[in-house]
């Protein structure tokens, strides 16, 4: 029989008061409480958020469930921005340039936004101080369709997306200019990327024939992309949230072409198939902080829709008794 070290890869630690951030499924020894103990999270569910003021679809967002921002989108290219409360959408100042098939990073009040699609694919940048959006140096490589990562609108990752053809290149934004860095091991559009600048995750998307649309996951340590484990339902133009090890992957478009519910939670080794989203979209915006809350928005059931959903779920220290 496999012991923990086997399974996990790390033994049993000691501790004095359990640790702030344990990972899903860790085992630990609490030496004052005289007991083992492991961490879960209890299957999340998605409930009704308020509206967005303008249905759209092939947007970005950013930010958490409580503090969120959407813009750009379609069907006709948009500039249009909305915040969100956690309650309801307020429009504050539009993009300079009206697009959709970009990508953003960041918080509510600190974001970037770049790539995309006019009338072409673009390569523009523009940063948001919560108040107002300013043109920025571009990316090095025009782009639609591409993935982004960031903690703000001073420090993001950009990767993949349509040139065309696909591409695998990533490139690395400082607060004043993209240089381009160590490319994905597979290239491919409409995936989603979730993270910051020196710890992302790239999931999902379509590639070339003959992958087509994959489940094919990769982590970025800042410096290069490591494959690892797949998403269980491969999937494009779908979304997530969260960080390197916790992360949440929702809606999207199988090899099917109808677009799909599915939910599934990363903790930071293998992805699980939780709740479904209420409403099967692709093409939406989204926001979160890790895999216990997070944010779907507009998108297409095929209807281009404004509904919001909000994602909850409760992480759970246990005491394990042998019972």
């Known amino acids: 029989m496999a012991d923990y070290k086997t399974i996990k890869g790390t033994k049993i630690q000691n501790?004095?008061?359990?640790?702030?951030?344990?990972l899903t499924g860790q085992v630990w020894y609490n030496e004052t409480d005289q007991v083992l103990k492991t961490f879960y999270v209890n299957p999340g569910t998605w409930a009704t958020?308020?509206?967005?003021n303008t249905a759209r679809r092939l947007f970005a967002g950013s930010g958490t469930q409580t503090a969120a921002l959407g813009f750009g989108g379609t069907p006709t290219p948009l500039?249009?921005?909305?915040?969100?409360?956690?309650?309801?959408?307020?429009?504050?100042n539009d993009l300079n340039t009206a697009r959709f098939s970009l990508a953003g990073a960041g918080t509510q009040t600190s974001t970037l936004a770049f790539g995309g699609r006019t009338a072409t694919?673009?390569?523009?940048?523009?940063?948001?101080n919560g108040t107002n959006w300013t043109e920025v140096n571009d990316l090095n490589t025009v782009r639609g369709g591409l993935g982004g990562a960031g903690a703000d609108n001073t420090s993001a990752l950009a990767f993949a997306g349509e040139v065309p053809p696909y591409t695998a290149n990533t490139e690395s934004w400082n607060g004043t200019s993209w240089t381009e860095v160590n490319d994905l091991n597979l290239a491919r559009n409409g995936l989603a990327g979730?993270?910051?600048?020196?710890?992302?995750l790239a999931a999902g998307g379509n590639a070339?024939?003959?992958?087509?649309?994959?489940?094919?996951?990769?982590?970025?340590?800042?410096?290069?992309?490591?494959?690892?484990?797949?998403?269980?339902?491969?999937?494009a133009n779908f979304q997530g949230a969260g960080t390197q090890t916790s992360a949440l992957g929702y809606g999207g478009e199988p090899p099917t072409s109808t677009p799909t519910a599915a939910t599934e939670s990363w903790n930071g080794t293998n992805w699980t198939e939780v709740n479904d989203l209420n409403t099967a979209r692709d093409n939406f915006g989204t926001a979160g902080a890790n895999n216990t809350s997070a944010l779907a928005f507009g998108g297409e059931t095929p209807a281009t829709v404004a509904t919001t959903e909000e994602w909850t779920a409760s992480p759970v220290t246990k005491t394990i008794t042998s019972s």
């Open 15 to 22: 501790y004095t008061t359990d640790p702030d951030n344990p």
């Open 49 to 52: 958020g308020g509206d967005l």
């Open 79 to 92: 500039g249009i921005t909305e915040s969100y409360n956690g309650t309801s959408w307020t429009e504050v």
């Open 121 to 128: 694919r673009v390569a523009l940048t523009e940063s948001w």
């Open 194 to 200: 979730v993270g910051i600048q020196t710890a992302a």
């Open 208 to 235: 070339l024939p003959p992958v087509g649309d994959t489940g094919a996951t990769e982590s970025w340590n800042g410096t290069s992309w490591t494959e690892v484990n797949d998403l269980n339902t491969a999937r």
